[in-house]
């Protein structure tokens, strides 16, 4: 996720996803990643020598920039919303869920692709390097470690394919932000919404990712052409 729960972000799988079409070189796709893996041990102050991981990282952003503005990312989480309010959960954890919650279905839709997941563990790998990313501080340098050697031994992403799973996990995930924090009690209601509204996201996770990568495709608009 990014600086803020309420902007459209893909996952860090779905980058992994996005990065492989443009180069599949592990270096490439853990660059694509590090943004997301950065927040996740509570860190942005990462450096890279790596032109791979550089690179990976660029396409991270330009992705990121393209989903924000997909329409059918939008009127989903719009949906999602609106769903979550009725069903009873406060206004902080619905706003947060209804993102989040949409991004996880989507990575484990995309989980079926064997190649993307290959991709994604390859790059794992080479996370152990510890010559490829640089930490501002000892503490995220060691959570760093910890958060790969986690994600190498977990079922992710195919876990993301399990409602039951994914509602556990977003508890944790908001856990740390009082506002948006889910109640025990919030978990069987994110549960149900998310049984409900799993096959839209899997009819449309495919096209959003074709539609991110041909985005990103797309030369930036030169400085002139935005005035």
Not at 51 to 65: F, K, L, P
Not at 144 to 170: F, I, N
Not at 172 to 182: V, W, Y
Request: with cysteine.
């Amino acid at each position: 996720m990014k600086a803020s729960w309420y902007a459209a972000a893909l996952n860090f799988f779905a980058h992994a996803c996005v990065a492989r079409h443009f180069d599949p070189e592990p270096r490439f796709v853990l660059g694509s990643m590090l943004p997301d893996l950065a927040t996740m041990v509570a860190s942005r102050h990462w450096t890279s020598n790596d032109e791979r991981v550089t690179a990976g990282a660029r396409n991270h952003h330009r992705a990121d920039s393209v989903f924000h503005d997909h329409p059918v990312f939008v009127q989903m989480c719009a949906q999602a919303r609106d769903a979550l309010r009725s069903d009873g959960l406060a206004r902080g954890p619905t706003l947060a869920v209804a993102h989040v919650g949409i991004e996880l279905l989507i990575d484990g839709e995309l989980a079926v692709d064997r190649e993307a997941v290959a991709a994604f563990e390859q790059s794992l790998v080479v996370a152990d390097d510890p010559s490829l990313v640089q930490w501002g501080e000892h503490a995220s340098t060691a959570n760093y470690q910890t958060l790969v050697r986690r994600l190498r031994s977990s079922a992710l992403p195919t876990a993301y394919r399990d409602v039951e799973a994914v509602a556990p996990q977003l508890q944790r995930m908001l856990a740390r932000r009082p506002r948006l924090a889910m109640a025990e009690s919030d978990v069987p209601i994110v549960a149900r919404w998310l049984a409900r509204v799993q096959p839209e996201v899997a009819r449309h996770a495919r096209d959003i990712v074709h539609a991110v990568i041909a985005g990103v495709e797309q030369p930036a608009p030169s400085p002139s052409s935005r005035r």
